[in-house]
């Protein structure tokens, strides 16, 4: 595998041809090496300082009906987002349930603490972490069959002026660059044919009158693959998940003429049987010196940085993009079924609940399980609830194969009476 990492302080723009399936990235391809596609999940935090009720993610440039995948129920607290047309393009909205009767949203995610620990990207969302609930964080992660021209991610919050209703947050947008791809063929007669593939991260926009925007930090980790990739394992534990680092740390920074580079691009050339490479960027705050004037920032290294110039983590991108060739990746959802009759109105506060999973190429299946809409847990295929109150109840199920690929929800429904 050769390798290149460079950091560029011109911004090239990246020509977007042939996708077929890209997420949240620019694209352009060679004529030799014709893309099946990029996949993108993303851990990120809640730093805004105050509880937030949603999240949205705005993909200029492309329409609703290029949003092919969401990552949604039942990993995470918000379900499944909306996918709307905007003046821009497509506007994706994970968003809480609200209660106009309480005046209360049914979920928020709270602050993240601080320092913030690295999550390896994967870890914020039910079947990641045991703390997920409190952790202050979030996983997102949209399949898309056309790249949009920018990404912009930002927390919602309460609108203060409109009950039930939600905005950005003052603040809270959130600076995860989205890496662009690039695929070029191999030279005429080199031994290894394998196309070379780049990933340009640019730094945030600028935003308000400084002539540089935002420094951040990035570390990225990569790793190659024979099979395709897909979103259901880029998560917590597999073994498509990147370990090796490929640049320890750079900073980049938008503003021309600086001193700190724009961008980072990392280049490599596949090996001949490998046709995924999946990389992991983590994204931190800088928090060192910045010029009074032109905001400029002033690292004490651009490549070690020193505990002062290094805030928290802002959050991670995980991302890989496949090439023609190698095994199909597992696509195809399971099929959930109750072995359980509902009891419709019972006076038992105890009730035993059985589910089963069926799924063509799958044999092994994680369960979640939400008992009257709460975050749903890891639960197994027999579930014993004990002490129901007198209401009505509901039960909902969910099976996910080894892809992570989730099956449609199945409930139950019953009341228990006096």
Known sequence: MKK???????????AVVGIAVATMTGVSSGTASPQLGSLSNFDVFNDTGQVTHGFEIELDGIS???VVYEFGAPYERYGNPTVTAIPAGTLVTYASAYDSSAKSW???TPLAPSPITPTMGHQCWTGGSANYATAGCEHFGLSLTASPTNVVYNWLVAD???????????GGGVSIPAPQWSVSPAPAGAANQQPVVQAVVNAPPLDGEPQYGNAVWVKVYMSESASKADLGHLVTGDKQVPKTVETDWA??????GGSVAQQLADQVQLNPKDNTILRRYEFYKYTGAYDAESHEALPVSDSSPVKSDIG?????Q????NLPGGAKADTTAPTAVFLTKSPGKTKATTLTISVNATDPDSKVFTYYCSLDKAIPKLCTTTTVLRGLSVAKHSFTVYAADQANNASKPVTLSWTVTH
């Open 312 to 316: 928290n983590l802002i959050g991670n």
């Open 64 to 66: 609703p009906s290029n």
């Open 251 to 256: 900073i980049i920074q938008t503003g021309a």
């Open 160 to 170: 203060p002026a409109h009950a039930g209703q939600l905005v950005a947050a003052s």
């Open 318 to 321: 995980m991302v890989a993009l």
């Open 106 to 108: 049914a979920e928020g």
């Open 4 to 14: 290149l990492t460079t950091l560029a302080r011109v911004v090239a723009p990246v």
